[in-house]
C-alpha cells in the first residue's frame, strides 16, 4: 500500500489518498447520465474517457486528506436525492462522488489525483465498469458496464461493510463529525 497525491488543476486544492492499491480501493469506470451531467456542469468534459465514462477510485474517508485549498471545496446534487459531488471552485476540478456522511466511501475522480502517477500500477487494474446503457458510444467489448457486476457489487458492498464496522468514515474532510457535509451542496437541474 501507498500515498497518491492529489491536486486540482489550478494547484490550489491539493491533498493525498492514505494506504492506496490494488486491495486499498476499488477502481471502476461509470457511465452514467449524473457522471456526464457533473462534467458538462462544471465544463470538464475533459474528464470523460471517449466513451462518457468517469474512473474513480473508491476508498473509505478516512483514506482522503485535504491539506490545502479546503475554502475552494464545493458541492452540488443533480437532484434533491442524488449523489453529492464535490469540486474545486478555483478551477472547476471534479474531486469526487459521496452518498452521505454515514456511508463511508468516497469515489475519487481521476481528474483529482497527480497525473504523472501511473493510475493501472499503482491502484491496480480497473475491476469494473458500470451504467454503460449510458455511455456515448458502444463501448469495446467486455467494458460495456451492462448494470453493476456482481463481483463489483459484492467488494464495494464488503469494503462499506468493513470500514463502518472499523471506524473508516472518520476522520471525514467532507463531513463534520455529526454527517453533515462541510459545504452544504447546492442542488443543479441538469
Known sequence: MQNMELSCRCGQVKGRMLNVGPQGGTRLVCYCDDCQAFARQLSREDVLDAYGGTEIYQI???????????????????????????YCGCCNTPIGNTVSGALPLVGVIHSFIRSEQDLGQQLGPVRGYVHGRYALLTPPAGKEGRGTPWRLLMRIFLRLLI??????????????????????????KP
Open 60 to 86: 473509505a474517508p478516512c483514506q482522503l486528506q485535504i491539506n490545502e485549498g479546503e475554502a475552494q471545496i464545493r458541492s452540488l446534487k443533480l437532484s434533491d436525492k442524488g449523489l453529492i459531488r464535490w
Open 163 to 188: 470500514a463502518k464496522l472499523t471506524g473508516k468514515g472518520q476522520p471525514n474532510p467532507l463531513f463534520d463529525p455529526d454527517g453533515k457535509p462541510v459545504i452544504e451542496p447546492k442542488v443543479v
